[in-house]
């Protein structure tokens, strides 16, 4: 698997996210600042890391979003490119329009920093397919902004076409039906809140992240 | 010419950032507060003297960058 992870001013979860890639993949993985214009050939899968690109500054993903590496980007989507953004890559993923509905202040406007339980919604994702449907995993989360937000129809189009992989146990952030990560009608972009990069090792406390890297490196 | 753009969010999202506003406010004795939005402005300063023209500019700019119209709504002002 040949991936690429963009990195923006003030992403943070970049090298540790170039780490679980390639702990599991054993080979480096190409590291993109935002200012390029075009990916390397042959890329198969591109992450966007969190953090807090631009400072959060105007919205959460909204400047990122707008930076000159998008343009590439975007046609990689059109071709069916995969991609998958983490935290502040899930809002920089919504705010460029390749996935719907877009991520809010927290309902309660505490940041929050735990190890969260998920239920898995879609195990038939390139990122759920290790984990069977309904299973109950521990990532963790960290946000001021995680509260997903979609019109009623589009929430209820997320639900029948199976796009919601993961949703909370419980809604820490007041998500609509406890969204905490879904993929797009072509099931090739992927976007969620919590961090499977920080959970890829048993020091980190959980090692459900490692098998969601696992799911995607078995797609390829 | 300048322009004022005031962003609101949409009546049917929720606003803790007002809410927690209006907590202080009544907590501070302001009374009779029927609920606090907040929202934002952005001040623009465009080289630009044909009026329409800048309106349409900054129009296009609310729709690439400035709200976000899932949540949003805005409204495009001249300062007098």
Same mark, same amino acid.
């Given at each position: 698997? #040949?991936?690429?992870?963009?990195?923006?001013?003030?992403?943070?979860?970049?090298?540790?996210?170039?780490?679980?890639?390639?702990?599991?993949?054993? #080979?480096?993985?190409?590291?993109?600042?935002?200012?390029?214009?075009?990916?390397?050939?042959?890329?198969?899968?591109?992450?966007?890391?969190?953090?807090?690109? &631009?400072?959060?500054?105007?919205?959460?993903?909204?400047?990122?979003?707008?930076?000159?590496?998008?343009?590439?980007?975007?046609? &990689?989507?059109?071709?069916?490119?995969?991609?998958?953004?983490?935290?502040?890559?899930?809002?920089?993923?919504?705010?460029?329009?390749?996935?719907?509905?877009?991520?809010?202040?927290?309902?309660?406007?505490?940041?929050?920093?735990?190890?969260?339980?998920?239920?898995?919604?879609?195990?038939?994702?390139?990122?759920?397919?290790? &984990?069977?449907?309904?299973?109950?995993?521990?990532?963790?989360?960290?946000?001021?902004?995680?509260?997903?937000?979609?019109?009623?129809?589009?929430?209820?189009?997320?639900?029948?076409?199976?796009?919601?992989?993961?949703?909370?146990?419980?809604?820490?952030?007041?998500?609509?039906?406890?969204?905490?990560?879904?993929?797009?009608?072509?099931?090739?972009?992927?976007?969620?809140?919590?961090?499977?990069? #920080?959970?890829?090792?048993?020091?980190?406390?959980?090692?459900?992240?490692?098998?969601?890297?696992?799911?995607?490196?078995?797609?390829? | 010419?300048?322009?004022?753009?005031?962003?609101?969010?949409?009546?049917?999202?929720?606003?803790?950032?007002?809410?927690?506003?209006? %907590?202080?406010?009544?907590?501070?004795?302001?009374?009779?507060?029927?609920?606090?939005?907040?929202?934002?402005?952005?001040?623009?300063?465009?080289?630009?003297?044909?009026?329409?023209?800048?309106? =349409?500019?900054?129009?296009?700019?609310?729709?690439?960058?400035?709200? %976000?119209?899932?949540? =949003? %709504?805005?409204?495009?002002?001249?300062?007098?």
């Amino acid at each position: 698997m #040949r991936s690429a992870v963009i990195v923006f001013p003030g992403s943070n979860c970049d090298r540790d996210l170039a780490h679980a890639i390639s702990v599991h993949t054993e #080979r480096p993985c190409n590291m993109i600042w935002h200012k390029d214009t075009a990916l390397p050939k042959d890329i198969d899968i591109i992450f966007i890391p969190g953090g807090f690109s &631009f400072g959060d500054y105007l919205r959460c993903g909204a400047i990122a979003a707008n930076s000159p590496i998008m343009d590439a980007i975007i046609n &990689f989507a059109k071709k069916g490119g995969y991609i998958v953004g983490i935290c502040n890559g899930f809002q920089i993923l919504t705010e460029s329009g390749l996935l719907k509905g877009t991520l809010i202040r927290n309902s309660q406007l505490t940041f929050i920093c735990k190890h969260q339980s998920l239920i898995i919604n879609n195990s038939q994702s390139i990122m759920t397919k290790r &984990f069977s449907e309904s299973e109950e995993i521990t990532l963790p989360i960290a946000h001021h902004d995680g509260n997903y937000y979609a019109e009623d129809e589009t929430i209820k189009e997320l639900e029948d076409n199976g796009q919601i992989l993961f949703r909370y146990k419980g809604n820490p952030n007041g998500s609509k039906n406890h969204i905490a990560g879904i993929m797009s009608s072509n099931q090739r972009i992927l976007g969620m809140m919590p961090h499977p990069e #920080r959970a890829v090792d048993e020091s980190l406390g959980t090692t459900h992240g490692s098998k969601i890297f696992k799911s995607i490196i078995e797609s390829f | 010419m300048k322009f004022l753009v005031r962003i609101g969010l949409k009546e049917a999202i929720l606003d803790p950032q007002g809410e927690a506003i209006s %907590n202080s406010l009544s907590s501070l004795g302001f009374e009779n507060i029927n609920s606090v939005r907040q929202g934002k402005t952005i001040e623009i300063d465009l080289d630009e003297t044909d009026r329409e023209q800048a309106v =349409e500019l900054v129009t296009e700019m609310c729709d690439k960058l400035l709200v %976000n119209k899932i949540i =949003e %709504n805005f409204l495009i002002e001249e300062p007098s």
